[in-house]
């Protein structure tokens, strides 16, 4: 029997992700409903440094996003604003 355990990945944010982050934060918080946004964008940190996966950052945050991860519409649309996700689809693309 063998006391083998999976090694979780070592996940370091890069000077240009964590530079973003604050940003990101500050100008969450100078928002209406602000807060929610901020407090969801900590919830994806959190969940990142948390996941086995192997993703960056950004492409787990973004997933994270549009799998529903923001369970306030506000949060989602101000993450959504932040990471640059295209939230109001023009007309040709809707239909």
């Known amino acids: ?3 083998v355990a999976a090694v979780m990945p070592h996940k370091i944010l ?11 934060n500050r100008m969450m918080l100078d928002k209406p409903n602000g807060r929610m946004g901020a407090a969801a964008l900590m919830d994806i940190v959190v969940d990142w440094l948390g996941s086995r996966a192997s993703h960056g950052f950004e492409q787990y945050a973004k997933a994270w996003i549009i799998q529903g991860g923001a369970k306030n519409k506000h949060a989602y649309m101000l993450l959504c604003e932040l990471f640059g996700l295209d939230t109001d689809p023009t007309p040709r693309r809707a239909a």
């Not at 890069?14 to 990101?24: A, I, S, Y």
């Open 1 to 3: 029997m063998s006391n």
């Open 14 to 24: 890069t000077p240009v992700e964590r530079e973003f982050l604050k940003k990101g």
